[in-house]
């Protein structure tokens, strides 16, 4: 093995490049059972490749396996020539996998079959399914393909935020196909989309363990006495000014667990009732500190 490949193979080591691609093989997989279980049969049209799929299936007759790997092949290619080769390539994966899935999944409505009487129910499935792959997905700094990509070339090329044009073209997708399967398609895109957002962000952040109190008051030394004795707790105490008056102020710092948070802010009010706070989710907490 010559000097060239061993760094590469070092560097695909370091990048855990095994890892990051088993975890998108199995993501698409449980993404492709998701399209034939839930949104293909049910015409749920949530935006994104998926959604574009099942328009097009439904005006020209084009098989969705089809469809998703040409129009991700497209995509890619004009990723390649717009915001180039390594920005791009974290789709080659999923552009060719995905597709190969679809098609492989397609009976499984067959062997499990979701009545439409089930429509909500599955909505909320599929949302959570789906959140939890593009979720997954970003976790590991890959990218799934389609519309992701065309989000990224119009960040890059245009300074569109991702969100911004994200939001458009689904927008636009869901409203395509209210049009072609009626107001329920688009009351459960909704659901769907609404359901993943609140997966994604569990799937990147966790869920949060502790809440992170801020807090302004004139009874310092009593606040700090009860968080440092009777919650064991650490505090940390930094300076500020106040934007009114620019009077030299002081902020206490203290991360507690969720069980405590009503009890800590009830306390709080019970020893200063005119204390400014603001309370914070905190996804991880490490370390200690006595100050």
């Known amino acids: 093995m010559n000097d060239k490949l061993k760094k590469i193979w070092k560097k695909m080591k370091k990048e855990k490049w095994g890892y990051k691609y088993s975890v998108l093989i199995v993501t698409m997989f449980v993404s492709s059972i998701n399209y034939n279980l839930f949104l293909r049969p049910l015409k749920i049209v949530a935006g994104g490749t998926n959604g574009l799929s099942i328009i097009v299936e439904k005006l020209f007759s084009i098989s969705p396996s089809t469809f998703i790997l040409y129009f991700s092949i497209a995509i890619l290619i004009l990723g390649y020539l717009t915001v180039g080769v390594k920005k791009a390539s974290s789709a080659l994966v999923a552009t060719f996998v995905y597709p190969l899935f679809v098609d492989l999944t397609e009976g499984i409505n067959s062997y499990v079959h ?137 902020i206490l710092m203290v991360a507690v667990p969720n069980d405590l948070y009503y009890k800590v802010t009830k306390k709080i009010k019970m020893i200063d009732h005119n204390a400014f706070f603001i309370v914070t989710d905190s996804y991880e907490v490490m370390g200690g500190h006595n100050s």
């Not at 970003?138 to 939001?167: A, P």
């Open 114 to 250: 979701v009545s439409s009487n089930d429509i909500i129910i599955a909505s909320i499935f599929a949302g959570a399914i789906t959140g939890w792959v593009a979720g997954l997905t970003c976790k590991v700094d890959l990218s799934q393909g389609g519309i992701t990509l065309i989000n990224q070339i119009l960040y890059e090329k245009f300074r569109i935020s991702i969100s911004k044009s994200n939001f458009i073209i689904n927008f636009i997708i869901v409203l395509v196909g209210g049009y072609c399967f009626g107001i329920t398609s688009v009351l459960c895109a909704i659901i769907l989309l609404y359901v993943s957002s609140h997966v994604i962000d569990k799937v990147m952040l966790g869920i949060s363990s502790h809440k992170s109190f801020y807090i302004i008051t004139d009874r310092e030394k009593d606040i700090k006495d009860y968080i440092l004795k009777d919650l064991r707790s650490g505090a940390t105490v930094f300076d500020v000014k106040s934007g009114k008056n620019d009077d030299d102020r002081s």
